[in-house]
């Protein structure tokens, strides 16, 4: 489920957690120490189980992605890098909203790529 690249590209983007939801089985992975985030509730009302993924889902229908959740410093970063999988980005930053959508866009593609190329 995972690429061999994923890790990689995390520590490119610096990012110390993510989550990856495989909406088939509704596995939800978590890489990185949550307590590495001031807050983990972030988390858990995206990634917590089965039901908050699915809907997770349903609200990205027919949006533009990636999509940014944001609690305080800490922001999620929201991929579909394939139909059955969704993945969080979540990082600490003091960005600009201009500057956290260049840097989401770069993420969403990195993501993307890496997932594809474990595909072929």
């Known amino acids: 489920m995972i690429p061999e690249t994923f890790n990689d590209v995390l520590e490119t983007l610096n990012v110390p957690l993510a989550a990856i939801a495989d909406l ?7 890489i990185g120490d949550p307590e590495v985030v001031d807050n983990t509730d972030l988390i858990s009302t995206l990634f917590a189980d089965k039901e908050t993924v699915e809907s997770l889902n349903r609200s990205l229908e027919g949006q533009i992605l ?4 944001s609690q ?4 999620c970063i929201v991929c579909k890098p394939t139909v059955e999988t969704i993945v969080g980005l ?3 930053d003091d960005l600009d909203a201009v500057q956290q959508y260049h ?3 770069k993420a969403n593609e990195a993501i993307r790529l890496s997932f594809s190329a474990s595909a072929s």
């Open 24 to 30: 088939g089985s509704g596995e939800v992975q978590i």
């Open 66 to 69: 990636p999509r940014a959740w």
């Open 72 to 75: 305080g410093k800490v922001s």
């Open 90 to 92: 979540f990082v600490m």
């Open 103 to 105: 840097w989401s866009k």
